[in-house]
């Protein structure tokens, strides 16, 4: 069975960097697309990145563009999200999700995805 475990959350001033992880365990090369997203208290989820075979595609929300990258470690079967300039906006529980996908997923198909984490907290202050 698939798991996946992200770390790397934390409190950091607007600004600051942060990298999250997301190991997979339980056939993950069968994992061809995975990603990010979150959810801030009362809103709903958003998608923050996607990647399609270990970055054949990858794909940003416009909120996030030029801040963050998404990246693959297939020896580590992790998933990366580097997170730079961060924003208050961008305080959240970030997800990870993966799924046996046949083609490219957009930021916005998360229903795409079958496997999800159980989160990391993201708090940015200014």
């Known amino acids: 069975q698939v798991q996946l475990m992200e770390s790397g959350g934390g409190s950091v001033q607007a600004g600051r960097s942060l990298r999250l992880s997301c190991a997979a365990s339980?056939?993950?090369?069968?994992?061809?697309?995975m990603g990010w997203f979150r959810q801030a208290p009362g809103k709903e989820r958003e998608g923050v990145a996607t990647?399609?075979?270990?970055?054949?595609?990858?794909f940003y929300a416009d909120s996030v563009n030029g801040r963050f990258t998404i990246s693959q470690d297939n020896a580590k079967n992790t998933l990366y999200l580097q997170m730079n300039s961060l924003k208050t906006d961008d305080t959240a529980m970030y997800y990870c999700?993966?799924?046996?996908?046949?083609?490219?997923?957009?930021?916005?198909?998360?229903?795409?995805?079958?496997?999800w984490g159980q989160g990391t907290q993201v708090t940015v202050s200014s």
């Open positions: 999700a993966a799924g046996p996908c046949f083609a490219p997923v957009w930021v916005t198909g998360a229903d795409e995805f079958t496997y």
């Open positions: 339980g056939y993950p090369s069968a994992l061809t697309c």
């Open positions: 990647i399609y075979k270990s970055g054949v595609n990858r």
